[in-house]
């Protein structure tokens, strides 16, 4: 059977070309959350370290590799609800630039430097890696049907990214790091799925039939609790962090500050409907990335000089 041609393609249209097409289907962008991996090494205080700075770009290459496999994983399993999608019929596996054929090879290939690549560096970061593959195709095939537990899963997607990055450079995962970005985590994918009933309207349900099982009232009392868990949590973890480190404890609780107005930020955006697409969001809002650097730069210098 052909596959059918992209929409509004015909003979004089323009088309991606089937180069640029493979490099939308691996989707770069998404990339900014493997970011995360960096995390935990930073707030260890060994990103300084010459081989844990290289474990952790390392570990970073690893899940884009593993991530972009499981986008077009994805993206081969939902093409025909992708052909009905407004925007996302223009991904180029649904519209027809990139044959489905080559894509699953290029996920077997992903997958094989993603998960080889991780055990390379670190047993236990090549099982948070397989965790994270598990994860993901377990919700493309089930979870992303079943409400709330969609929201907890993708959540999850991001908290594995954290641990990876502790992983891989062997320091230990604090309780609260590991809370923190968990409710951080879940108050982004809330605000995601508010953000996509938002822009989708009246198709939503047809195009990610989850979406009819939230009501807005439901899904801003997720915001609201996701969001006062990670407020209150990051206080408590930043009074610990100052009793702990004892020099510069005051710059611990300053951090407060601007993860506050980040938080607070986010919020507005997100009430605003533009969450649906977070990694976007994240790096085209001048407030919310100045308020993002203040804290590295506040917590960044409390950690390497305590």
Not at 40 to 45: D, V
Not at 297 to 302: D, H, R, S, V
Request: with cysteine; charged share 15%.
């Amino acid at each position: 059977m052909s596959t059918p041609p992209a929409p509004g393609a015909g003979p004089g249209s323009s088309r991606p070309s089937f180069l640029l097409g493979v490099l939308r289907e691996l989707r770069p962008k998404q990339w900014i959350k493997n970011v995360l991996v960096f995390a935990a090494p930073a707030a260890a205080g060994v990103i300084d370290d010459p081989g844990e700075l290289l474990h952790a770009v390392l570990a970073f290459l690893c899940f884009c590799a593993a991530a972009s496999a499981t986008y077009l994983i994805n993206d081969i399993s939902d093409v025909e609800s992708d052909r009905r999608h407004p925007t996302k019929r223009e991904r180029p596996i649904a519209a027809g630039i990139v044959p489905v054929a080559f894509a699953v090879a290029l996920a077997v290939v992903l997958l094989i430097l993603g998960v080889g690549g991780a055990f390379l560096i670190r047993r236990d970061f090549g099982l948070t890696i397989l965790a994270y593959l598990v994860l993901t195709t377990t919700y493309t095939l089930w979870l992303k049907h079943m409400a709330v537990l969609d929201i907890i899963s993708v959540a999850a997607g991001f908290v594995l990214r954290a641990i990876g990055g502790a992983t891989a450079t062997d320091v230990p995962i604090s309780e609260w790091f590991f809370i923190v970005t968990s409710f951080g985590a879940l108050f982004m994918v809330a605000g995601k799925r508010q953000g996509e009933q938002s822009d989708l309207g009246d198709a939503a349900a047809e195009v990610r039939p989850v979406l009819a099982l939230y009501s807005p009232g439901f899904l801003t009392y997720l915001r609201t609790v996701f969001s006062g868990g990670a407020l209150i949590t990051y206080c408590l973890w930043a009074f610990s962090s100052a009793d702990l480190h004892g020099a510069n404890s005051v710059l611990f609780q300053l951090s407060i500050v601007p993860f506050t107005v980040a938080i607070l930020r986010y919020a507005l955006l997100l009430d605003q409907g533009r969450g649906a697409e977070p990694e976007n969001l994240v790096l085209s809002d001048r407030p919310l990335l100045l308020a993002g650097a203040a804290w590295a730069l506040i917590y960044g210098i409390a950690i390497y000089t305590s």
